[in-house]
């Protein structure tokens, strides 16, 4: 039998092998598909339990836009209430940092109806049972938008 490199590790395995480590990879489908059924699709923005990047184990509960799956799981950008690409040495400092929004308006998720923003370069991975409420649905062209701006943080294909 002859053995190949595998993508998982630099040592050579069976080719059968290889081939079962591959299919355990869930395959991400990104798409607009929001349905007003009370259960959360891609295009729609959704509350859920945020962990935070410095510390994992705290959080908060948050708008997220989901953007997508990958097996069973939800793939979500969150969104925030504050502006920052208002202040344009704000949004430089937070592009220093690794952070990158954009603006995607008010709507339905937001009961005050303010402007939000999503957060291009942090990619949630989110069970859909931590998906605690729908909020609304976005526009399909500032979802496109939205995607077109994350695919460049993101290998979303």
């Known amino acids: 039998m002859a053995f190949l490199p595998s993508r998982l590790s630099s040592r050579l395995v069976p080719p059968r ?17 929001p349905r007003p059924d009370g259960l959360p ?16 184990s705290q959080g908060k509960d948050r708008p997220v836009l989901l953007i997508g799956t990958a097996g069973e799981e ?13 202040d344009p040495e704000e949004l430089a ?11 995607v308006g008010a709507g339905g ?3 005050q109806r303010r402007p939000s923003e999503v957060r291009l370069d942090r990619l949630l991975h989110l069970a859909p049972s931590a998906v605690r409420r729908e909020g609304a649905a976005l526009a ?6 939205v995607l077109a701006a ?3 943080h993101h290998d979303l294909a």
Not at 74 to 86: I, W
């Open 93 to 103: 400092a937070e592009a220093r940092r690794g952070r990158h929004w954009m603006d």
């Open 17 to 33: 092998v290889r081939r079962v480590a591959r299919a355990l990879t869930p395959r991400r489908l990104v798409r607009y598909a």
């Open 140 to 145: 399909r062209p500032v979802f496109d938008a």
């Open 41 to 56: 699709d891609p295009g729609e923005v959704v509350w859920a339990w945020v962990p935070y990047e410095e510390d994992p």
């Open 150 to 152: 994350a695919a460049r």
């Open 74 to 86: 939800l793939l979500g950008l969150p969104l925030t209430s504050r502006d920052r690409t208002r």
């Open 109 to 111: 998720w937001d009961r």
